[in-house]
């Protein structure tokens, strides 16, 4: 039954890297993504935010790569979801090769400018 | 040996009326998805305030915190990400071979549960404003 698969573009490849790091990052971010809104929004509140109070939870380590890690998978699992998305919608050749190249640069800007935010808040630079 | 079979081009999004549970859900998967990945941007964008100064970053936050329209995307930006969570954790298990039978019943589920954990968390996000509790 295999040629009946052909017709609809996909970018489901279970064999693929792409495929494992998004499922990896994935069970991360439930965690993180769930802890993130539960402290700044239930524990603390999001109003009551001040640069003192950022930069003393900054300055646990475990807390800053946490945060560090939230940002790079968070990133990954984003902006590989939008290229998935891409694939899906039928994209190939050169506007695959551009959608790789813009994609993937904006997820460096994204991640050296959220390292330079972290930097400020830990007090670092 | 597994079956497969050509389910057509799923983003032809005339076909809605053709969508049963499942498709509606990795349609809502991807909707959230979008939302998330654009708020991730914005998020660092405003916390990137923090490079300016102490000052500056205290200030942009609570003077955005203080606008009644923020703190109701901030209840949308909740829904959004909550329902992706549960969401995402069905998709997690489906890929495991668990629960694959009753996986339209998972995805009323996510999103009762995402209705129910929005609501509750309604008064939160709606505190603190106008320097009230």
């Known amino acids: ?125 | 040996m597994s079956q497969s079979y050509n389910r057509g081009l799923v983003e032809d999004f005339g076909r809605w009326k053709e969508f049963q549970a499942g498709m509606w859900a990795w349609i809502f998967h991807k909707f959230t998805g979008w939302i998330l990945v654009g708020y991730l941007f914005t998020h660092i964008a405003v916390l990137s305030t923090a490079i300016q100064g102490p000052e500056s970053y205290t200030t942009t936050l609570q003077s955005l915190e203080s606008i009644f329209v923020v703190r109701i995307l901030e209840i949308g930006l909740l829904s959004t990400a909550v329902f992706h969570i549960l969401n995402g954790t069905r998709l997690l298990l489906v890929d495991l071979g668990i629960g694959l039978g009753s996986q339209d019943k998972s995805f009323y589920a996510s999103l009762v549960l995402t209705g129910a954990i929005v609501v509750a968390s309604v008064p939160t996000f709606l505190a603190g404003l106008g320097g009230g509790v």
């Open chain 1, 1 to 125: 039954m295999a040629a009946e698969t052909s017709g609809a573009p996909t970018s489901f490849d279970r064999g693929g890297w792409g495929w494992l790091f998004q499922r990896i990052t994935a069970a991360f971010l439930i965690v993180v993504l769930a802890f993130h809104f539960f402290l700044l929004h239930f524990y603390h509140h999001a109003y009551e935010v001040t640069f003192a109070g950022t930069n003393a939870r900054m300055s646990d380590v475990g807390y800053f790569a946490t945060m560090w890690l939230f940002l790079v998978t968070a990133t990954f699992h984003g902006v590989n979801g939008i290229y998935n998305a891409m694939v899906n919608q039928g994209i190939t050749g050169t506007q695959k090769r551009a959608a790789q190249g813009i994609l993937g640069l904006a997820a460096l800007l994204l991640v050296v400018q959220g390292t330079r935010v972290a930097l400020h808040m830990n007090g670092f630079l």
